[in-house]
């Protein structure tokens, strides 16, 4: 599946936002940054609300937040969530994160960053539905792709769980993925600063 994030785009945040919902990505991933969990803030959550409301593809929702339960009450009105990810060293309530989100029958993730490794999720591996690798650290649109975290992919690639890259996918940087299983990759500025955005998800798709 092709993710396209919104963070960094030409065009306004909601005309990006109708058009990613147009176009043949197969999910619409939207980052929340607090501004406390990482530097940057970006959206509110009612924001988020407002912007996403009317939205038809699926959801894949990366939260960079502090204390994430304090935002799920409201994102799961949001009605075509597929996904949501947190950092594991974002919260206190780790189990109680995962519970909430997973009763509410919406598949959860969890996100490593490049410089983590991957025994920080092996504790919740058989609870979690995803693993999100960070190719670029948390944040920031625009960065370049870190290589190295290619061998946590392989690593994961035995586990019967969803696999998912974010950061720095380009249509080079995504022959880095070659011959390897991954079920979610996240492309936002190289599809959104593009001049045709279909053209360059369908590059990703290709390749």
């Known amino acids: 599946m092709i993710a396209v994030s919104y963070l960094k785009s030409k065009l306004s945040k909601e005309e990006t936002i109708r058009n990613i919902d147009k176009s043949d ?59 949501i990810t947190f950092h594991l060293d974002s919260t206190s309530n780790i189990e109680e994160t995962i519970k909430f989100i997973k009763d509410n029958y919406i598949k959860v993730g969890i996100a490593v960053n490049p410089d983590e490794s991957l025994d920080i999720i092996y504790p919740y591996i058989n609870k979690i539905d995803y693993v999100l690798i960070m190719s670029v650290y948390p944040g920031k649109g625009g960065q370049k792709f870190i290589p190295e975290v290619v061998n946590k992919i392989k690593e994961l690639q035995d586990k019967n769980i969803y696999i998912g890259i974010d950061g720095g996918i380009n249509e080079e940087t995504v022959k880095y993925l070659k011959d390897l299983r991954v079920d979610n990759i996240i492309s936002g500025s190289f599809v959104c600063l593009s001049d045709d955005m279909n053209a360059s998800i369908n590059k990703l798709k290709e390749k």
């Open 25 to 83: 990505a197969d999910l619409i991933h939207v980052d929340l940054m607090d501004g406390l969990y990482v530097e940057e803030k970006n959206f509110t959550i009612e924001e988020v609300l407002i912007d996403l409301k009317n939205t038809t593809k699926p959801l894949d929702i990366h939260l960079m937040v502090k204390e994430p339960l304090n935002y799920l009450k409201d994102l799961i009105t949001l009605n075509n969530i597929w996904m």
